[in-house]
Antibody
Framework: EEKLEESGGGLARPGGSLRLSCSVSGFSLSSYEMIWARQAPGQGLEWISYITQTGETIYSADSVKGRFTISRDNAKNSLYLQMNNLRVEDTALYYC????????????WGQGTLVIVSS | SYHVTQPPSVSVAPGKTATINCGGNNIGTKYLHWYQQKPGRAPVLIIYSYKYRPSGIPERFSGHVSGNTATLTISRVEAGDEAGYFCQVWDSSSVHYLFGPGTQLTVL
């Protein structure tokens, strides 16, 4: 079974940092592009970052550019999101998902890890 | 930057057909996909490339695109279809993925 499991969420202060991890199983991470998305409480989905198989190309949403960094360790089958200079509006459930390509969409998704930014 | 629109809510009686639209300029060129999200659950891909169903998705779910509107159609709606539905596109000009604001389907 192909699975993704996020971890690393929690409570952070404004201006603080967190590092999220996404551990994959049932498929080889090195073969796929990956993304992070988030969902604020009661709100819709927001794509925030994308990374190619080797990490050579990264795209990020304007809302997180310069603050969040996506990375990966294919040997550990893990994807990461380093979140710096956190803001109250970054409070959300953070999902990782496999990007199967422009024509195939995001599938599967992890269950998410909750980040709360509050003073 | 590119924008997509969706109606905030759609209501339908069981057994009837629900249609959910996703609008945007030249949306037929944006590699559009549809996701279903039930309360407390992660999103699930239900339609890719406008009209194709992944394995395991019932045939009741279908999609098409015409002009500036992509449409998700759910036939013979069941209570279990009650969920949020999101369209997602690729905007090559900004090299960003985008999700539509989502449509809450209520089964009456």
């Amino acid at each position: 079974e192909e699975k993704l499991e996020e971890s690393g969420g929690g409570l952070a202060r404004p201006g603080g940092s967190l590092r999220l991890s996404c551990s994959v199983s049932g498929f080889s991470l090195s073969s796929y592009e990956m993304i992070w998305a988030r969902q604020a409480p009661g709100q819709g989905l927001e794509w925030i970052s994308y990374i190619t198989q080797t990490g050579e190309t990264i795209y990020s949403a304007d809302s997180v550019k310069g603050r969040f960094t996506i990375s990966r360790d294919n040997a550990k089958n893990s994807l990461y999101l380093q979140m710096n200079n956190l803001r109250v509006e970054d409070t959300a459930l953070y999902y990782c998902a496999r990007d199967r390509g422009l024509r195939l969409g995001f599938d599967p998704w992890g269950q998410g890890t909750l980040v709360i930014v509050s003073s | 930057s590119y924008h997509v629109t969706q109606p905030p809510s759609v209501s339908v009686a069981p057994g009837k057909t629900a249609t959910i639209n996703c609008g945007g300029n030249n949306i037929g060129t944006k590699y559009l996909h549809w996701y279903q999200q039930k309360p407390g659950r992660a999103p699930v891909l239900i339609i890719y490339s406008y009209k194709y169903r992944p394995s395991g998705i019932p045939e009741r779910f279908s999609g098409h695109v015409s002009g500036n509107t992509a449409t998700l159609t759910i036939s013979r709606v069941e209570a279990g279809d009650e969920a949020g539905y999101f369209c997602q596109v690729w905007d090559s000009s900004s090299v960003h993925y985008l999700f539509g604001p989502g449509t809450q389907l209520t089964v009456l």
